[in-house]
């Protein structure tokens, strides 16, 4: 494994320029994912994390745009390329797995024509040599008797098998990273288990370094490598999941950490933060988590704080760790 | 599908049935046809032995099933006004119509479903802005106000186009066509455009608010995501999804092109069905109208049951769901 990361995002930022005024949906976001790694991304939702997926693909809905900042995807920079050239990046080197399997695929057509439709997109094929593709890939994600099903339309598989037929789809052409949008928040428990342990199985075998999205923490604790957390659009941790979620370092973190349910342990109440993320276009001057941190201090109110080490990890967050430590 | 498609037929029969009790109530039972037949110097036992020829003495039920008999045959009975077979009076002025309304509506597709396409993925463009205000011009004008102006400006100003008639035919067995002559294929473009200048802005509408839609689906974004380039995300993926209501509407107004074609035909004296329907009308023809309503009906019959193939065809979910 090389040092060079797949996925390389530098300061992001991204604006939605409206009718009152322009709201920042990602600000000064920096995170890497190497090959082979996977890297979880949670967060309350509006927190920015699908945001940021979708601004590496560069599939923000107009008039939303980056602007600012930097994206490099095996050392090239790719933010700044045209839209055809980024036609030819999606799918090839960027694999995409969206929430909902059962509207992620056109209902019109089987899911062999879609499979052998990206590949042939991405490489020199032929009908035939492609169709066969597509039925190892189908194999390959675990969907049983893959040369009959590739005939069959979305609607007849479950939505377990069609979130299969999805990641067989994003890994179609061996992209080098993978987006994988709250994979598993549409299906059954019993299912998310199998899709994440899939999820996990591909990207070790082909060295495919994975954005994992999530609201879920319990699905990062099992699945994820490191873990970024996001709050009103910023990165206020990044850290080795075992130890964030062991030891977070930021104060949002450990509430979220909190809101998780063990089994076994019998709480009367679990614990949540109060309060709510501020809307997009209301930030509160100083550290975005202020109005609802139990720790806020004056300099929290003024100045905003940058990632710095904490930790095992990186936390933006003014309060020193060991104080934190001590007030947990 | 084979199930699916004999309930279809036998449905489509039943209505067809319902529509010839229709035609045979209004024949029957709109005035006496004796004496719509007869003048005033025919004597009693004339009129006795036509009502007896006629069969009006058997039971309705028997009268009826004459009726259906003799219409699926395509016997329709005699014209009052010209004591001509009804049946070769449509057959005559049939092609014209048929030959206008097809050609109306392949222009109103071949134009209107592209623009769908660009003003939804345009929009807010000046130009599909334009396209938008233009098409409720196009909606609101009625089509006689079209029709008049296409002849003062290209027949009267301009002399390009003939402003009336069908120009020179050619008899191809049953069927005259119009298409195979240079002055028959001249006297086609006025009516035609005039006739399709609505249909072309509802499909157009219609398409556009499907596409916008569509395109706001996951699997569009999806298909983005997965490298797909955008035309074909445009004309491949999202346009697939929208054609079910195009469908719909094109057959309908096929339907009721042919049904109200007669405005048009009026207007460039058209020798079609409408024209023949208008002069039904006049002379209280009962026969002509009687067949007129059958088969504009079977028409629309026949449309309705070829979209619901379609559909079938169009989506898989149909198929699986009623094979």
Redesign the interface.
């Known amino acids: 494994m090389t040092d060079q990361p797949t996925l390389d995002v530098r300061n992001l930022r991204v604006e939605f320029p409206g009718r009152h005024g322009t709201v920042t949906a990602l600000d000064d976001v920096s995170l890497s994912v190497l090959p082979g790694e996977i890297l979880g991304v949670v967060g309350e939702s509006g927190a920015g994390k699908s945001m940021t997926g979708l601004a590496v693909?560069r599939?923000l809905e107009p008039p939303g745009h980056i602007a600012g900042g930097q994206v490099w995807l095996n050392g090239r920079r790719i933010d700044s390329l045209s839209?055809?050239e980024m036609?030819?990046?999606?799918?090839?080197e960027?694999g995409?797995i969206?929430q909902?399997p059962l509207?992620?695929?056109?209902?019109?057509?089987?899911v062999g024509r879609q499979l052998v439709?990206?590949i042939r997109?991405?490489g020199d094929l032929s009908r035939t040599a492609a169709k066969a593709r597509a039925v190892e890939l189908l194999a390959e994600v675990g969907i049983p008797a893959p040369a009959d099903r590739i005939e069959h339309?979305p609607?007849?598989f479950s939505g377990g098998m069609r979130q299969r037929v999805?990641i067989a789809?994003?890994l179609?052409?061996r992209p080098k990273l993978v987006i994988a949008d709250e994979p598993t928040t549409a299906l059954d428990v019993s299912i998310q288990a199998q899709i994440t342990a899939l999820l996990r199985k591909l990207c070790k075998e082909h060295g495919t370094a994975v954005m994992l999205v999530t609201h879920d923490m319990g699905v990062i604790a099992e699945t994820a490598d490191r873990v970024a957390v996001m709050y009103a659009g910023r990165l206020v941790e990044i850290g080795p999941v075992a130890e964030v979620v062991a030891r977070p370092c930021h104060p949002y973190t450990r509430g979220l950490m909190g809101s998780i349910p063990t089994l076994g342990a019998r709480v009367p109440r679990l614990a949540q933060i109060d309060g709510a993320m501020p809307r997009l276009d209301a930030i509160p001057q100083g550290c975005a988590f202020n109005p609802r941190c139990p720790l806020v201090q004056d300099r929290c109110l003024r100045e905003r704080p940058e990632l710095r080490p904490m930790g095992a990890g990186h936390a933006a967050c003014w309060i020193d760790a060991a104080a934190t430590e001590k007030a947990a | 599908m084979i199930v699916f498609l004999i309930k279809r037929l036998a449905n489509a029969a039943l209505v067809m049935l319902a529509v010839a009790l229709m035609a045979f109530l209004i024949f029957r039972f709109v005035g006496d046809p004796v004496q719509l037949m007869v003048n005033e110097q025919t004597t009693q036992a004339e009129k006795d032995a036509l009502r007896e020829n006629l069969g009006l003495n058997d039971p309705v039920a028997v009268q009826f099933l004459r009726f259906v008999g003799d219409a699926v045959q395509g016997d329709f009975g005699v014209s009052y006004r010209n004591q001509q077979e009804v049946m070769s009076l449509i057959a005559e002025r049939f092609p014209a119509t048929i030959e206008l309304v097809l050609l109306a509506t392949i222009i109103s597709l071949v134009v209107g479903v592209p623009l769908g396409v660009y003003t939804a993925i345009h929009r807010g463009s000046w130009v599909s802005e334009g396209l938008q205000f233009l098409s409720i011009i196009g909606v609101s004008l009625p089509s006689f106000v079209i029709g008049i102006l296409l002849i003062l400006v290209f027949s009267v100003m301009l002399n390009i186009a003939p402003a009336f008639g069908r120009g020179d035919v050619v008899s191809l067995g049953w069927w005259t066509t119009g298409l195979l002559t240079p002055s028959g294929r001249a006297a086609l473009i006025l009516p035609s455009v005039a006739l399709s200048l609505y249909q072309i802005t509802l499909v157009m509408r219609l398409v556009r608010a499907e596409m916008m839609e569509v395109l706001r689906s996951d699997f569009i974004k999806f298909a983005r995501a997965r490298g797909v380039p955008r035309w074909r995300i445009h004309y491949v993926h999202a346009l697939r999804n929208c054609l079910m209501p195009v469908v719909t509407m094109t057959a309908m107004n096929i339907g009721s092109l042919i049904a109200f074609a007669l405005i048009t035909e009026t207007v460039f004296q058209w020798p079609g069905m409408g024209m023949l329907f208008i002069q039904a009308v006049t002379f209280v023809d009962i026969p002509v109208m009687a067949a007129y309503l059958c088969i504009v009906s079977f028409i629309f019959v026949a449309l309705n049951t070829l979209v619901d193939i379609t559909y079938a065809l169009i989506d898989p979910r149909l198929r699986m769901a009623r094979g």
């Not at chain 1, 509207?103 to 089987?110: A, G, I, Y």
């Open positions: 693909q599939l839209e055809p036609e030819k990046i999606r799918g090839r960027i995409a969206f909902d509207t992620s695929l056109n209902p019109l057509f089987s439709e990206t997109l991405h339309y609607h007849q999805v789809l994003a179609a052409a």
